[in-house]
């Protein structure tokens, strides 16, 4: 029997456009945007300046605070300017600009890491983090964060989230089928820098190609483990993964790190392996095009920076009326209001909607029928979170510990009312964090 | 029948009550004594109690407290403006502090046929909530959003919304501050202003480069610096400028 959590939904999943789609390289674009912030954390610093000539792999942002990654360089050319450009986000953030010269110089520091049993954890971690490998699979926070644990913190456990239960996503599906050699060897990175023991892929049950061949493959391995879990939404949030493999709950407001766990995306495990293997950065990844607006659905693999527009164009298009266009899963994506908005180390989807598709939701009020109780996997109450964000009373939202929220969307999802729960959520949210930088700030 | 004996016992159980319980009120009333300062009393009495939180305090009462204590200063109250502030200054016998008289002034022009919009949006209509979402789904990431969050925050009624733009009633704008923070955008700040002069002001906030302004506004600051030059070189520099602008985004309200 396939474990799972309390509550969630079942949205239709809309996999079979992408999921047989083998992933294909694009081809190079003329220019990238690299924003200086692609994770979570600090802004870097700009280390180059306009005018100066880059190439592949070159560090070009940094930042000497803890939670941050650095910024490499995705082609090679020139600097073309230094300014603030449109975020995935919706905010302007500053970005270096690089024009290609089409020769695809790599940096002269690349070169490949001496095999794994020769590394210590420190070197790992060194290695992930000037990388600047962040969680590939749409939260962004530095890895290497995530694999220094205090040491007063033991950790038992890795899982590697191979889950991908938003509807529409498949590029961890092809890479797991693709390239589950690489995710074996970042997992076996990844539980050497953290100190865990024991190691586990979990994979939803609607995979069960990628099941066969992980399974297959760590046949031997006594520290490995697969384990398959329920095709549910949102499976893959790391606390409902702690939840359904291990039975633990992370305390509120306390991370993975707290109960022994540590969760990383297929897409990070594969990156670590690759840079191991290459000496690479993080410069490229893969990005599910998909949706019924796109001409050629399929799974790329583009460099960080291209712009959605150069990424539609490789899978031939928008046709028909466009509704909208995402980054990220649908349930949990972030609506664009542009297409030149560049593709960011995080970005693991892009889904193009066409008119008809996309609803407009009510925001009638709550008629009290309990449904977003039931669904919530936190076990939250959104009817009254709403409520408290639509009255502006955060008081009674912080009461409610709307901290708590993983804003999966689920609440949204099943309300009757169509109410527009996740974002008087998000309003709630929002408000008192700015409070609390105001009083830090007094 | 009615007893008559009932209507007495009830007056009497009741009478004897109501003596019973006035007299433990009063002895409360000298035991529980609450030392009172007269003077926030009469502090309290003349503040106008909007609890608009301009002062810095929770509301009126606790002004007065803070004030007759001297935690906050005796002209912080905004609606209240240079009367209480001399008022207050009696009360507590201290010399008296003076007051400037600052009002909200948007710095937007663009109205809602003037914005050029890159997408539709339909979330909740909230400015605040808007710019959280999708971070504006305006062209320009400077200007008014136009839902109104400071038309519904102002306790005044002093702001009107027109074709999706603030205007501010100087005659009610108490200068509280309560839209400046209400604005996601920050387009409003409170200016000083002189009772019989006129105020001016840029209405603009954008800190793009004048090229891009050009292209999504057609009443937006494009960096031109004519201002500048005509204020060093006139006599009455504002004038001048709200005449020579030519988008028109130095305005006179």
């Not at chain 1, 962004?140 to 989230?161: D, G, R």
């Not at chain 1, 074996?184 to 190691?199: D, P, Q």
């Not at chain 2, 409360?28 to 009393?41: M, Q, T």
Request: hydrophobic letters at 35%; proline letters at 6%; aromatic letters at 4%.
């Amino acid at each position: 029997m396939a474990k799972s959590f309390k509550g969630g939904i079942h949205p239709p999943y809309h996999k079979n456009l992408t999921k047989d789609k083998e992933i294909r390289t694009a081809s190079e674009p003329k220019e990238v945007v690299l924003p200086l912030s692609q994770h979570t954390g600090t802004i870097c610093t700009p280390l180059v300046v306009v005018g100066d000539t880059v190439k592949v792999g070159q560090k070009i942002g940094d930042s000497d605070k803890l939670i941050s990654a650095p910024i490499h360089a995705s082609i090679s050319g020139k600097v073309k300017a230094i300014e603030p450009r449109l975020h995935p986000s919706g905010s302007k953030i500053l970005s270096i600009v690089i024009e290609s010269d089409g020769q695809n110089t790599v940096h002269e520091s690349i070169a490949p890491f001496p095999p794994l049993e020769k590394l210590t954890r420190e070197e790992i971690r060194k290695i992930v983090r000037n990388a600047g490998i962040v969680g590939m699979g749409g939260a962004a926070f530095p890895t290497h964060v995530k694999l220094s644990p205090p040491p007063e913190k033991k950790i038992s456990h890795i899982i590697i989230n191979g889950s991908e239960c938003e509807p529409y996503l498949t590029c961890d599906h092809r890479l797991m089928l693709e390239e589950p050699e690489k995710i074996i060897l970042g997992t076996k990175a990844i539980m050497k820098a953290a100190g865990a023991i024991n190691g586990i892929i979990a994979i939803e049950d609607n995979k069960p190609d990628v099941i066969k061949i992980m399974q297959k493959l760590i046949k031997g391995t006594l520290n490995l483990k697969v384990i398959i879990v329920k095709t549910k939404y949102p499976q893959g949030g790391e606390k409902q993964l702690i939840k359904a493999i291990l039975n633990k709950e992370v305390p509120s407001g306390g991370l993975p790190m707290d109960v022994g766990v540590v969760v990383n995306n297929v897409g990070t495990a594969a990156q670590i392996a690759k840079t191991l293997l290459t000496g690479m950065p993080l410069i490229d990844r893969i990005v599910t095009i998909t949706g019924s607006g796109v001409k050629n659905p399929s799974n790329l693999r583009v460099k960080i920076g291209t712009s959605i527009d150069f990424a539609l164009q490789e899978c031939g298009g928008l046709q028909g009326e466009t509704g909208k266009i995402m980054f990220g899963g649908p349930m949990m994506g972030l609506a664009q209001t542009s297409v030149d908005v560049p593709i960011t180390k995080y970005n693991n989807g892009v889904i193009v909607l066409s008119r008809k598709e996309v609803t407009i939701l009510r925001d009638d009020p709550c008629m009290r029928c309990g449904k977003c109780i039931e669904a919530c996997p936190i076990g939250l109450m959104p009817n009254f979170l709403g409520d408290a964000g639509q009255t502006s009373n955060w008081k009674r939202a912080k009461e409610l510990s709307v901290k708590d929220c993983i804003e999966c969307g689920c609440c949204t999802y099943v309300c009757g009312s169509e109410r527009l729960l996740v974002h008087y959520i998000k309003l709630a949210k929002n408000a008192l964090q700015n409070k609390l930088e105001k009083r830090k700030t007094k | 029948m009615i007893d008559i004996n009932i209507i007495i016992n009830a007056i009497l159980l009741m009478g004897i009550l109501g003596a019973f319980s006035a007299f433990m009120i009063s002895i409360a009333s000298k035991v529980f004594h609450v030392a009172l300062n007269p003077k926030v009393e009469a502090i309290n009495q003349i503040l106008p109690g909007a609890n608009c939180g301009a002062c810095g305090a929770g509301g009126c009462t606790d002004y007065a407290e803070k004030a007759a204590k001297g935690l906050l200063p005796i002209n912080a109250c905004r609606p209240g403006g240079a009367k209480v502030a001399s008022a207050i200054a009696q009360i507590l016998g201290i010399e008296e502090a003076g007051f400037t008289h600052k009002k909200a002034v948007v710095h937007c022009g663009a109205n809602e046929t003037q914005r050029i919009k890159r997408a539709e949006y339909a979330g909740i209509p909230k400015c605040r909530e808007e710019e959280l979402a999708v971070g504006g789904y305006l062209e320009c990431t400077y200007g008014c959003l136009g839902f109104g969050d400071c038309y519904l925050t102002c306790p005044f009624d002093a702001i009107t919304m027109i074709e999706g733009l603030p205007k501010i009633n100087f005659k009610k704008c108490t200068g509280c501050g309560k839209c400046v923070s209400a604005c996601p955008r920050n387009i409003i700040s409170l200016e000083k202003y002189d009772e019989g002069k006129p105020l001016y002001a840029i209405a603009c906030s954008s800190k793009d480069k004048g090229s891009v302004t050009r292209k999504i506004c057609p009443v937006g600051c494009i960096k031109c610096k004519i201002c500048e030059y005509k204020k060093a070189t006139d006599q009455t520099p504002w004038q001048t400028c709200v005449e020579k602008c030519p988008t028109k985004c130095i305005v006179k309200l």
